[in-house]
């Protein structure tokens, strides 16, 4: 069974201390994974979409990465506007369907 | 151009009720999916839709049904409502379905 998860599921930083949010994904056939930000009480805004093992995309103080197992998500000198939820989802598998599986998801809070 | 607009934005219902909710993908967009987002469970996919047709459904009771109109708008209802139907549903519209998929704000639902 497809599945994803995602690490840790609480991260604390201080403003400026960088870190990295982790997704291992077991699937049948890859075809893409995303990550998304998702503030409280609104949908997930798309950050990166990864399709290959060692791609790399970044913005601004966030930069992701892609191996044949797992993605890592690097905030590097994170600001407290960072704070949110980072959800990462993969779409897999033949065929038309465009469903995408997410990971729980990891809840960042960065303190001032 | 316009993101992905859902209404109505919130919602209550007593047990037994029904609701529609309704979802407005990005101009040019013709693939509408539909997702749950509930604290224990996460995001989980409910169906998509393409060019009118249902292309693929998740794991939910017949109770969950949806449709897509010839201008790409979809709506999705929910019969005989439960308390576990309590949740956040979004809605996602890309081109055609195996790309980025780009998120509305969401429906909250509260059944009491």
């Known amino acids: 069974e497809d599945q994803v998860t995602q690490s840790p599921e609480a991260l604390r930083l201080q403003e400026g201390e960088s870190s990295s949010l982790n997704c291992s994904y077991t699937?049948?056939?890859?075809?893409?994974l995303f990550w998304y930000r998702q503030d409280p009480g609104k949908g997930p805004e798309f950050l990166f979409t990864?399709?290959?093992a060692g791609e790399e995309k970044e913005k601004e103080r966030l930069k992701a990465t892609l191996t044949k197992k797992e993605s890592f998500l690097h905030i590097t000198a994170p600001k407290p506007e960072d704070s949110a939820t980072y959800l990462c989802?993969?779409?897999?598998?033949?065929?038309?369907?465009?469903?995408?599986?997410f990971g729980t998801g990891t809840l960042l809070a960065v303190q001032p | 151009k316009a993101g992905v607009t859902q209404t109505p934005r919130y919602l209550i219902k007593t047990r037994g009720q029904q609701v529609t909710l309704s979802c407005s993908p990005i101009s040019g967009h013709r693939s509408v999916s539909w997702y749950q987002q509930t604290p224990g469970q996460g995001l989980q996919f409910l169906f998509e839709y393409f060019s009118e047709t249902q292309r693929n459904k998740g794991n939910f009771p017949g109770r969950f049904s949806g449709r897509q109109f010839s201008n790409s708008r979809s709506e999705m209802n929910v019969s005989t409502l439960e308390l576990g139907d309590s949740a956040l549903y979004l809605c996602?519209?890309?081109?055609?379905?195996?790309?980025?998929?780009?998120f509305g704000p969401g429906t909250r639902l509260l059944v009491l």
């Open positions: 699937v049948s056939g890859l075809r893409g």
């Open positions: 989802a993969v779409q897999a598998g033949g065929g038309a369907t465009n469903k995408l599986i």
């Open positions: 990864l399709y290959s």
């Open positions: 996602a519209s890309s081109f055609s379905g195996q790309e980025t998929q780009y």
